[in-house]
């Protein structure tokens, strides 16, 4: 009971919601829906990659609603309709594999996030 405490509330003081594994093929393209709170709409969204989310490394942010912003071969579109935002990551390369996080910016309280485990196998 104690340990299951314990990770419930680092999952808490972390603002993880929850985590997910995508799968994608070298060359190819991936979408991945990030969900968050009604109450989170107004707040940016941003797309980070890092093994924890405290140090994860911005690829892309937005603080545009309904609208596709674009890096690079990264897109983000923050869906404030339905509660989700999309990244769309193009010409996947081994290289992509690995921890990414879905974030909504919270100036005031620790950020929401949502781990993203990305694989890329080699397309046959």
């Not at 594999?97 to 196998?121: M, N």
Request: glycine share 8%.
């Amino acid at each position: 009971m104690r340990i299951l405490l314990i990770v419930i509330l680092l999952s808490f003081m972390t603002g993880c919601l929850s985590s997910f594994k995508v799968t994608g093929y070298s060359g190819g393209t991936v979408i991945i829906y990030c969900h968050y709170y009604t109450e989170e709409r107004s707040h940016e969204k941003y797309f980070c990659v890092g093994q924890y989310s405290w140090r994860c490394k911005d690829i892309i942010r937005t603080g545009l609603k309904n609208t596709w912003v674009h890096r690079g071969r990264f897109s983000l579109y923050d869906n404030t309709g339905g509660n989700y935002f999309k990244v769309i990551i193009r010409q996947l390369t081994r290289q992509d594999e690995g921890t990414y996080w879905c974030g909504v910016d919270k100036p005031t309280i620790p950020d929401s996030y949502t781990k993203v485990e990305l694989d890329v196998k080699e397309d046959d």
